[in-house]
C-alpha cells in the first residue's frame, strides 16, 4: 500500500470522512464504558468522597490537550519543512479540539479544586501552564484566521506552534520543578500508580475515549479545511454536486 | 458501587455541583464541536453549489 496516496487531499478526504464515522462511533462505545466504570465500579475516595468522580474526565482532558499539541505542532512542522498542503491543514483541525480539551482540563480542574482544595483557582505552575497552553491554542487559531493567503497562515502558525511546545515539558514536570497546590502524578511511566485498580481503569478507558473521539473531531474538521480550500479544485467541484 | 437509589446517584454524596458541572459541561461542548463541523460542512458545500450553478449559468 503507498501511504503517499494519501498525502492528497483529493485521495484522502474519502478516507478521512470513514475513519471520522468510526473513531467516532469507537469513541461513543469507549465513553460509554469508561463512565459505566467511572461512576458504577470505582469505589468512593476516602479523601475526596464522590467529587473525586470528576478526575474520569479532568486527567483525560489535561493529557489530550497536551497530546494534540504535540501532534498539532508535529503537523504543523511537517508542513513547515516538506512544503505539503495536507500537514497545515490536519494542523488547523487539530488545534480547536487541543483548545477545548484545554479548557475542560481547567474547568474541570476548578470544580475539583473549590471542594477540595476550597478555590476555584490558584497561580501555580500547573495551572498557569495550562492557561498558557489554551492561549497558545488561541493565539494559533487566530493568527490562522487574520492571515488570508492559507499556505502562509499554516507557516505563521507552524513557527508559533513550534516555539509553543516548550511549554509542554513545563506543564509536566511543573509539580516537580515548583512547589504547587497541584498534586504530582499519580499515574507515570517510571513507577507503579498509586491508586486503586478500578479507579486507574476508568480513567484510563475514558482517555482512550477522549483520544478516539479527538481523532474523529480533527478529520472532521479536516474534511471542512479541505472543501473550503480546495474549493477551486475539480474534485471539490464533484463532490458538491453528488453530495447534493 | 451501589448508589442504593437514583436520588443518591444523582446527589453524588453531596458533590453534586462540581460533579455533574464537570460531566455536563463535558458532554455540552462535545456535542457543540459536532453540530458546529456538521454546519460548517454543510456551508461549504452550500456555498460551492451556488458558486457551481453560476458558473455553469456562466457558460
Known amino acids: ?244 | 458501587m451501589n448508589w442504593g437509589s437514583w436520588d443518591n446517584f444523582l446527589a453524588m454524596g453531596g458533590y453534586a455541583f462540581y460533579v455533574w458541572g464537570s460531566y455536563l459541561v463535558t458532554l455540552g461542548l462535545v456535542i457543540a464541536e459536532i453540530a458546529l463541523l456538521a454546519l460548517r460542512k454543510r456551508s461549504a458545500l452550500a456555498r460551492l453549489r451556488l458558486h457551481g450553478t453560476a458558473t455553469q449559468g456562466d457558460r
Open chain 1, 1 to 244: 500500500m503507498n501511504w503517499f496516496k494519501y498525502s492528497s487531499p483529493q485521495s484522502f478526504f474519502p478516507l478521512a470522512g470513514k475513519l471520522a464515522f468510526w473513531f467516532g462511533a469507537v469513541a461513543l462505545v469507549v465513553c460509554a464504558a469508561g463512565l459505566y466504570i467511572g461512576f458504577f465500579r470505582a469505589p468512593t475516595d476516602a479523601q475526596q468522597g464522590e467529587a473525586y468522580r470528576i478526575i474520569f474526565i479532568h486527567v483525560p482532558a489535561a493529557w489530550m490537550s497536551m497530546f494534540l499539541y504535540l501532534v498539532m505542532a508535529f503537523w504543523a512542522g511537517l508542513g513547515l519543512a516538506f512544503n505539503t498542503r495536507l500537514s497545515g491543514m490536519m494542523a488547523s483541525a487539530i488545534a480547536p479540539t487541543g483548545a477545548l480539551f484545554t479548557f475542560l482540563a481547567l474547568w474541570t480542574g476548578s470544580l475539583w479544586g473549590k471542594p477540595t482544595w476550597g478555590t476555584w483557582w490558584v497561580w501555580d505552575a500547573r495551572l498557569t501552564s495550562e492557561l498558557i497552553l489554551l492561549f497558545l491554542y488561541f493565539g494559533f487559531m487566530a493568527l490562522q484566521a487574520a492571515i488570508d493567503d492559507p499556505r502562509r497562515a499554516d507557516k505563521a502558525g507552524a513557527v508559533l506552534a513550534l516555539v509553543g511546545v516548550v511549554n509542554i515539558p513545563i506543564i509536566y514536570f511543573s509539580v516537580k520543578w515548583w512547589n504547587t497546590l497541584h498534586q504530582g502524578a499519580s499515574v507515570s511511566l517510571t513507577k507503579a500508580p498509586t491508586m486503586a485498580a478500578t479507579m486507574l481503569t476508568g480513567m484510563a478507558v475514558m482517555a482512550f475515549g477522549f483520544w478516539f473521539y479527538s481523532i474523529a473531531a480533527a478529520l472532521m474538521r479536516a474534511r471542512c479545511i479541505m472543501l473550503e480550500r480546495e474549493r477551486a479544485s475539480e474534485w471539490v467541484a464533484d463532490y458538491a454536486r453528488r453530495s447534493a
